[in-house]
């Protein structure tokens, strides 16, 4: 059983940065899928951003422009660089790792980071 973990969530005015880290206890290269998926207060998890394989990052609509999503394979880790927040990022972050093209009920999660954008 894969275990994950997040780090680097935190309160942030509006139009600042955070960036998030996740590592995990296994190797991450090994997975399909890699990124990051966020929830906020009485709303359905959702993709923000993730790599499959080595192709081309995908983001959500509502980061483009402002989040990266980046590996470091040597480091095990996956990062998730966020600039120019807004409130309606505040969410809890997830990092996830997917074994294979599956649904969504057989990723890994970490336990997840809260990121607050307010003034």
């Known amino acids: 059983q894969e275990q994950l973990v997040e780090s680097g969530g935190g309160l942030v005015q509006p139009g600042g940065s955070l960036r998030l880290s996740c590592t995990g206890s296994?190797?991450?290269?090994?997975?399909?899928?890699r990124g990051w998926y966020r929830q906020a207060p009485g709303k359905e998890r959702e993709l923000v951003a993730r790599?499959?394989?080595?192709?081309?990052?995908l983001y959500a609509d509502s980061v483009k422009g402002r989040f990266t999503i980046s590996v470091d394979n040597g480091a095990n880790m996956v990062y998730l660089q966020m600039d120019n927040l807004k409130p309606d990022d505040t969410a809890v972050y997830y990092c996830?790792?997917?074994?294979?093209?599956?649904?969504?009920?057989?990723?890994?999660w970490g336990p997840g980071t809260q990121v607050t954008v307010s003034s």
């Open positions: 790599y499959i394989g080595g192709g081309s990052p």
């Open positions: 996830y790792a997917a074994p294979q093209p599956a649904p969504i009920s057989s990723y890994f």
């Open positions: 296994g190797m991450l290269t090994k997975y399909y899928a």
